[in-house]
């Protein structure tokens, strides 16, 4: 009898461990999701950023860095770097990942296609 009363609870602590172990996989789940989205809007963001850049590119870097920030910034994502080669633009913009203080990052380039590349043969 004296066996059955050191064993009285077992059962619960390992509930317990069980569930917490369930709790921490969903909170883990959950960030590494809101990572992804995070990466996905930031490279959409730059996406676009670049091709509104590049079609202003032709009136100056300000103007076509303009463009490119307010775009970026119309996508949720903040513009932290932006070149104006002739008439290549290569942005790249931050987004901040929800509940967490990571940031996702992504670069893009836009500009004119050479015409042996658009049109082959």
């Given at each position: 009898?004296?066996?059955?009363?050191?064993?009285?609870?077992?059962?619960?602590?390992?509930?317990?461990?069980?569930?917490?172990?369930?709790?921490?996989?969903g909170?883990?789940?959950?960030?590494?999701?809101?990572?992804?989205?995070?990466?996905?809007v930031?490279r959409?963001?730059?996406?676009?950023?670049?091709?509104?850049?590049?079609?202003?590119?032709?009136?100056?870097?300000?103007?076509?860095?303009?463009?490119?920030?307010?775009?970026?910034?119309?996508?949720?994502?903040?513009?932290?770097?932006?070149?104006?080669?002739?008439?290549?633009?290569?942005?790249?913009?931050?987004?901040?990942?929800?509940?967490?203080?990571?940031?996702?990052?992504?670069?893009?380039?836009?500009?004119?296609?050479?015409?042996?590349?658009?049109?082959?043969?």
């Amino acid at each position: 009898m004296a066996r059955q009363s050191r064993d009285r609870g077992a059962a619960s602590i390992f509930v317990l461990a069980v569930g917490l172990f369930l709790v921490a996989a969903g909170i883990a789940g959950a960030m590494a999701g809101a990572a992804r989205v995070a990466r996905h809007v930031a490279r959409n963001a730059a996406d676009l950023a670049a091709l509104a850049g590049a079609g202003r590119a032709i009136e100056g870097a300000e103007v076509a860095c303009a463009a490119a920030r307010q775009y970026a910034e119309a996508n949720g994502a903040r513009l932290t770097s932006c070149q104006v080669s002739a008439l290549e633009v290569i942005v790249r913009a931050e987004v901040s990942v929800r509940s967490s203080a990571l940031k996702a990052a992504a670069a893009a380039r836009a500009g004119p296609v050479e015409q042996e590349a658009a049109w082959p043969g």
